[in-house]
């Protein structure tokens, strides 16, 4: 059974920090290129970032680059998003997305875990 756990979040006020992770189990980790997600109240889930299998390259939605950074570390099937510089616009449900696919497509997500910026 595929388990994508996050944790991380919390409140924080405008201009600090958050560093997220997502513990992935049932999965050969390093199969997968990893993303986070969000979703704001009213909005839709938006992609915010993305890492290739071995971390050789990462992506980033414009409102965040220069602030967050993703990371993996395959020996501990794990994937991290640093957040710096937060904004209250940054408030949402973030969620951690795994995604292979080679004949068949695979795809798993986590429960999510709240970041709200906020003074």
């Known amino acids: 059974q595929v388990q994508l756990v996050e944790a991380g979040g919390g409140l924080v006020q405008p201009g600090g920090s958050l560093k997220l992770s997502c513990a992935a189990s049932?999965?050969?980790?390093?199969?997968?290129?990893m993303r986070w997600y969000r979703q704001a109240p009213g909005k839709e889930r938006e992609l915010v970032a993305t890492i290739t299998r071995y971390g050789d390259n990462t992506n980033y939605v414009d409102s965040v680059k220069g602030r967050f950074t993703i990371s993996r570390d395959n020996a501990k099937n794990t994937v991290y998003l640093q957040m710096n510089s937060l904004k209250p616009e940054d408030t949402a449900v973030y969620y951690c997305?795994?995604?292979?696919?080679?004949?068949?497509?695979?795809?798993?997500w986590g429960q999510g875990t709240q970041v709200t910026v906020s003074s």
């Open positions: 049932g999965l050969s980790f390093s199969r997968y290129i």
């Open positions: 997305n795994a995604f292979y696919e080679y004949n068949e497509r695979y795809d798993y």
